[in-house]
Structure formats: structure tokens, C-alpha cells
């Protein structure tokens, strides 16, 4: 309104004031949470107060306000820093709310994370110590702040806190909270052979997990007898593991249209079935038995044909065994025929001795076990224990009392540490100094951590390369000029005048001697050729010749040739270069040597002064000394790949494998340097088994599908951890 101007009433204002009554006459509601859905937590620090509002989502999108929270902060928290406020915003709800923070997952809405500067920290001390040990209860999710949907109310209440001496309540008015078990389904099966009849059973826990069962029946019967005993042995099974909410599903119209009540039984032989069915499914309670086809019963039905696979021969007595529970023969079919000798086997899993008991039983009831080690041990480790509200405590160097875990416990915490929502894929010791951070102790932490970390199939897929050598430097010796030659193609290069892209070059091992062609393509016919035409015709048969695993070295001919002239084939490891060095290394020279390197030219023969006869004498001259100079070169080979081998072992990491163990090999190509595009690419391949051994430190592997692979250096291979 402005000075001046005249009033006007208009229907706008009159909308506007009617909404502001309606708002006024219909405050918002507290509701009460839906089970299972996850609770949003928006929290706020002020200079001197802090708030708190817990809503949660609907199905359509809207936030129902649960419950509003805010307190006057007292002198010394008046002292913490703003990230600590925050911190104390969540503690205060944490004490306030425990109840909804256990039985839901909790999404933390805020400007700041609190929960990450707590456990970002080095060491933690006094409050943080508190804090953290709180936050660690809970299953709580931060998500940054986006919207203002319910962060202008945590904000009010922050400005608004009520005095500290406000008692709060838990309950609201006319409050009722519902838990609803779920209930648990199982498929059946079950079928008559020749040699007695079979059943597969098969539960699904509400948690998704699987537990199958098959089983062997001792006495021939009809296929809707088998079909009932399956049944049963499925309902036994619900009965002794006390799941009173079943949903049971099987293939037989007969058998679940008999039970639903849609069909009579008729015949004699079913009727015993059937009560006693009837009387399981009484036992339970909340039971609903459902007809499927046979498609969607296919795991029971494997089961069954599982163990028809392994029933006895009908000459031999049959054994009915069963896990942890005993399966008698309930109906006899043929009272008057011959007693079959049945033997009912209790097969038990030996349950491992939980190492608390002995201390709990120790520090409540002075109980100590005969093993006069054990009782030695027992006194020497209790005085650091405490047994207190039915948890067993071990009080740490540090004074901090940590949680003592079982078996299962202590695997669940490895799991959710290292590979959990919070969890960073650490190493053994850092694993075990994160649990320990949390709270929980057990005797082997460090060696389970380490096992558990070495184990991670994450870890080992992405692990980093292994640069170390695992094999010491194998150096190819050749003792004589020509004695061993290698092999390698250069190419494809730019197109010469003659159409040639490709050279084949060879490369003596002793003297370093070269010999190349061009080529227009390389095929098998031009390597056998070329081997054949100028080393084997021009130098004679060498011992041995190195070459890679390409075609054109690797083929029928080469074998053909190889056998004719009596000469060895080595082949290098896939994707190791090392493996034929020299050729290599003179494939790095070969476009740049010089001329008269190679040919002797008519300018050495004028500036020396020499005419055709001097030069053959000089030659002839030089040859009664030649052997003398190739055996003071062999000697300084040796001598040089004696102190590069030294030099190359201080390096090596030993690292072998045996015929049939588990192993991951580089991705390939083998890439060692790490590129944007392949930043989230595993590093390693799917599992390989080693399938033979070479001395030269290569293996040969077979994948999955029976593909062999190889042979590989074992620079490039690691051992895999089931």
C-alpha cells in the first residue's frame, strides 16, 4: 500500500485472505512412519540452537512431517565449530529418535556431511570418539542439499528451539504400530522311477536367499504318492525351522487342487497323504498352498532328477539321508510284503566352538576347560575381557572397549567395511585398523582381513599391475656365428616405389649380423623362403631360431621345415618383446643404419690406397686370427649378460604357478600405462587354469570355455583367490 493511493478490495485479496484462514484452521499433522520406507532427516545449526524435522516421502511425492526437534545449545557447545554443531544436531536426534533410526534407513539431508568429518579424521579423541561409535549404530545415508522442501522447517526450529528443560515424548496420540512377518515360499517336486521315487524341495527366504533340498525315497511308488511326500517333507522342514507364514507352490493339479478342497480323494493309497498333510499344514497356521505349471517349478524339479542320479542299485540296502533331519518310511504300502532293511543317518554340520564361550563362561560361572593349555590361556587373556548385558567387551591398549564378534559376525563386518556403502576397497591392515576404528574385535582380525582383502574379486580384477619380474633374467647364449638366428616383420610402413610395406628381417644372436628383404605381403611362403635362401644356404643349418607367435612363423611349412633340416623353433611369449630381443633391437636401427655399414664402398678402397690384391691378402690375414677374436667375444658376452642379469634379479619378485591353479592374466592388449578411456576397465581377465609349465618362466592357460590361451609370460599373470 502506498501513500496516496486508494484502498481497493478485489476478489485476489479476498482468495488470499480466505487461503490464509484455511491454513490457519488446518495446521499440518504429525503422521506416523510406513515400515520399510526410508525416513528423511533434515538437521540445522545456529549460532546458539539447533533443529531437526524427520519426514518421510509417500507414494505420491509429498513429505509427511513425523516429528520436529530443536534445543538451546548449551555454554560450552557454544564453543564447537560449525561442522561440530551440525555434528551435535544429529547426535541430539540420535538420542531423542532411536527408535525410528533402528527400524529404518535414515537419509541425512544437510549443507554439510558430519558423518564424513568424524570418520575423515586421523585419530579420534573424547566427543568425536562418542560421536562416532553412535554413528556407526545406524544405517544413515547423506545426501546434499538440494531442495528446500523440509530444510526451511529444520531452520525454523533452530530459530525457535524450546528451552532445555522441555521434557519431549515419544508417544502420539492414538498410536498403533503393525509388524507383519513376511512369509517365506518353497517349491516342490516330486517323481517315481523304477528304483523308488525322488522329491526336490527348494525355500525362498524373504531376504532372497535360496536353501535346496533334495531327497531320495526308499520305496517305489505312484507319481502322485511322490508328488505328497514331497510335501510333507517340505512341510517337516517348516515345522522344525519354525516358519509359521508359508506360501507353498508345486506342479501337481491333484495334490494342491486335493488340498485347496476343489478335488475329492478317491483313491485308498492317498488318503493317509493327505491327513497328514492336512495336519502339517495345521501345525503352521499361516499357510497357502498355489498351483504353478512346471516352467516356473524347474529348481525343484532339478533337485528331484538330482538325486534320482544317485539312488542305489536295487540290490543293495537304501540309505535315506538327510540334512539334520530324519525321513522315516510314515505309510507302508505292502504290510504283508518282505521288510526292506532301511538305516536312518543323521548327518550333522560340526558346528566350530565360538572362541567367546570359553571366556564368557570363564568371567560368569569361573569355568575353565580341561585342556590344562586352554585353562592357562584362559587366565592370561580374561583379566582383559568384560561381560556386560550379554556382550562380551575387550578393553584395548588404548582403553577403548571394543565389541567381541563371532564367526559370522566378524565376515558380516569385513563385508560391509571393505566393500559396504562406506567402504573403500582397503588392504588387509587397513581393513583391520577401519574395523578396529569401529568398535569390533576378534583373536584373528589381521590374518582374516588380509585373506578377506586378498579374496575381493573387485580388488583383484582392478588390482594394479605387478611390475616386479617374477623369473630371473634368462639370457639366450648362442656359442658360435650363426648359431641362433632371430626373426621378426617390421610393417606395415609407408609404400616404397616397388609396392613393398613389410620387411623381414633376421638377426644373428653371436655376431649381431642382419639380414632383411622387402616385402609386399607377408605369407608363410615368403618366411620359408627367405629362411631357406639366406640363412640356411648362406650360413648353414642354424641350432635354433626365435620368432613370435604370428602366422606367418607358426604353420605347417615352418614345421615341414624345421624337420628337414633339422633345426628348432622357439617361439616368444605372447605380448613379451623381451622374449626376442636382438630382432627387436635391430628393428629400432634398421632404417637408420648407414650405407657403408653394410656394403664396402669405392671412397674406403681410394683413401686407404689399397688395390684388389693388398685387400685380399689383408682379408686372408685377418682370418687366422678370427677365431681368437670370436672366442674373446663370446667371453665378453657372457661376461655382459652376467652383470645384466645381476642387475636385472635384484628386481625379482619370485611368482610361479602350478598346472591346474586359478590365475588372471592383463587384459589385453596388455596396456601398462593408464588412459582416461580406460580409467574403470578391470585391468585382468576372467579366471584362467594353468595348463602347462615351461622352464623359461611362460605358461600355458585354458579359459572357461576350453579356449586355450598362451603361452604367456608370467610377468602378465596372477594368482586368483576363490
Not at 178 to 194: C, I, K, L, Q, T
Not at 534 to 562: E, Q, S, W
Request: hydrophobic share 40%.
Amino acid at each position: 500500500m502506498k501513500k496516496g493511493v486508494p484502498f481497493e478490495w478485489d476478489e485476489s485479496c479476498r482468495n488470499a485472505f480466505t487461503s490464509i484462514k484455511a491454513y490457519l484452521m488446518n495446521p499440518p499433522v504429525l503422521a506416523a512412519p510406513i515400515p520399510g520406507k526410508p525416513l528423511i532427516l533434515y538437521i540445522f545449526a545456529q549460532e546458539r540452537s539447533v533443529g531437526a524435522l524427520l519426514a518421510q516421502e509417500k507414494d505420491e511425492g509429498k513429505e509427511n512431517a513425523l516429528y520436529y526437534l530443536s534445543r538451546m545449545m548449551t555454554s560450552n557447545e557454544l564453543n564447537y565449530s560449525p561442522i561440530e554443531k551440525l555434528c551435535l544436531a544429529l547426535i541430539f536426534v540420535i538420542q531423542k529418535l532411536k527408535h525410528y533410526f533402528q527400524a529404518h534407513t535414515i537419509r541425512l539431508i544437510s549443507k554439510s556431511n558430519p558423518i564424513k568429518y568424524v570418520m575423515a579424521k586421523p585419530v579420534l579423541f573424547d566427543r568425536l570418539a562418542r560421536w562416532y561409535l553412535q554413528f556407526q549404530q545406524f544405517e544413515i545415508i547423506y545426501v546434499p542439499a538440494k531442495a528446500v522442501k523440509g530444510q526451511i522447517l529444520a531452520d525454523f526450529l533452530a530459530d525457535h528451539p524450546l528451552p532445555a528443560e522441555w521434557e519431549l515424548t515419544d508417544e502420539f496420540p492414538d498410536e498403533e504400530v503393525f509388524m507383519v512377518e513376511s512369509s517365506w515360499s518353497m517349491y516342490f517336486d516330486g517323481a517315481a522311477h523304477r528304483d523308488g521315487a525322488v522329491a526336490g524341495v527348494v525355500f525362498y527366504t524373504p531376504e532372497a536367499d535360496i536353501l535346496p533340498y533334495s531327497f531320495t525315497l526308499t520305496r517305489r511308488c505312484s507319481n502322485n504318492v511322490a508328488e505328497y511326500q514331497a510335501l510333507i517333507l517340505d512341510l517337516e522342514t517348516a515345522v522344525d525351522m519354525k516358519q509359521l507364514h508359508l506360501r507353498v507352490y508345486g506342479d501337481s493339479k491333484l495334490v494342491v487342487n486335493q488340498l485347496l478342497g476343489v478335488y475329492d480323494v478317491k483313491k485308498p493309497e492317498l488318503i493317509p497323504y493327505y491327513k497328514y498333510a492336512r495336519q502339517l499344514m495345521g501345525y503352521l497356521g499361516d499357510v497357502t498352498i498355489e498351483y504353478i505349471p512346471r516352467n516356473f517349478n524347474q529348481q525343484a524339479d532339478s533337485l528331484a532328477r538330482v538325486a534320482s542320479m544317485i539312488t542305489l542299485p536295487s540290490h543293495r540296502n537304501q540309505i535315506s539321508i538327510c540334512q539334520n533331519w530324519v525321513i522315516p518310511l510314515m505309510f507302508d504300502e505292502d504290510d504283508d510284503g518282505e521288510e526292506e532293511n532301511t538305516y536312518h543317518i543323521f548327518v550333522h554340520e560340526i558346528e566350530k566352538e565360538d572362541w567367546r564361550h570359553l571366556i564368557v563362561d570363564y568371567l560368569n560361572h569361573a569355568k575353565l576347560p580341561e585342556d590344562p593349555k586352554k585353562r592357562v590361556d584362559i587366565r592370561r587373556r580374561a583379566p582383559r575381557f568384560i561381560y556386560y548385558k550379554g556382550t562380551l567387551y575387550r578393553r584395548s591398549f588404548d582403553g577403548v572397549f571394543l565389541r567381541c564378534l563371532g564367526e559370522d559376525e566378524a565376515m558380516q563386518a569385513m563385508e560391509e567395511a571393505h566393500s559396504g556403502i562406506c567402504g573403500a576397497h582397503q588392504s588387509g591392515p587397513k581393513l583391520h585398523f577401519c574395523i578396529k576404528r569401529m568398535g569390533y574385535y576378534w583373536p584373528t582380525m589381521v590374518k582374516d582381513c588380509i585373506d578377506f582383502a586378498r579374496r575381493c574379486q573387485a580388488c583383484q580384477f582392478h588390482g594394479n599391475f605387478i611390475r616386479q619380474p617374477p623369473e630371473p633374467l634368462h639370457p639366450t647364449v648362442a656359442s658360435w656365428p650363426f648359431d641362433a638366428w632371430g626373426l621378426d616383420i617390421v610393417g606395415p610402413l609407408p609404400k616404397s616405389s616397388g609396392g613393398h610395406i613389410f620387411i623381414l628381417a633376421a638377426t644373428d644372436y653371436f655376431s649381431k649380423w642382419a639380414k632383411a628383404v622387402p616385402l609386399r605381403e607377408v605369407k608363410k611362403e615368403n618366411v620359408v623362403d627367405f629362411i631357406r635362401s639366406h640363412i640356411i644356404y648362406r650360413y648353414g643349418v642354424p641350432r635354433y631360431i626365435i620368432t613370435d607367435n604370428g602366422k606367418p612363423f607358426c604353420n605347417v611349412a615352418m614345421n615341414k621345415l624345421c624337420e628337414k633340416f633339422h633345426f628348432k623353433q622357439y617361439n616368444s611369449s605372447m605380448y613379451y618383446a623381451a622374449a626376442n630381443g636382438l630382432a627387436e633391437a635391430f628393428n629400432k636401427t634398421l632404417s637408420v643404419l648407414p650405407l657403408e655399414c653394410q656394403i664396402p664402398s669405392l671412397r674406403i678402397a681410394i683413401q686407404e690406397g689399397l688395390s684388389g690384391e693388398d685387400n685380399v691378402r689383408l682379408r686372408l690375414e685377418e682370418l687366422e686370427a678370427l677365431d681368437e677374436k670370436r672366442l674373446e667375444a663370446q667371453q665378453r658376452i657372457k661376461c655382459y649378460q652376467a652383470r645384466l642379469s645381476k642387475a636385472f634379479n635384484k628386481h625379482v619378485r619370485p611368482r610361479s604357478f602350478q598346472i591346474g591353479e586359478l590365475v588372471l592374466a592383463v587384459r589385453r592388449p596388455i596396456i601398462l600405462t593408464h588412459g582416461i578411456q580406460r580409467k574403470f576397465i578391470p585391468k585382468w581377465d576372467d579366471p584362467y587354469v594353468v595348463r602347462e609349465v615351461y622352464t623359461n618362466g611362460s605358461y600355458k592357460l585354458v579359459a572357461e570355455d576350453g579356449l586355450m590361451v598362451g603361452p604367456i609370460n608370467g610377468k602378465y599373470l596372477k594368482r586368483y583367490y576363490a
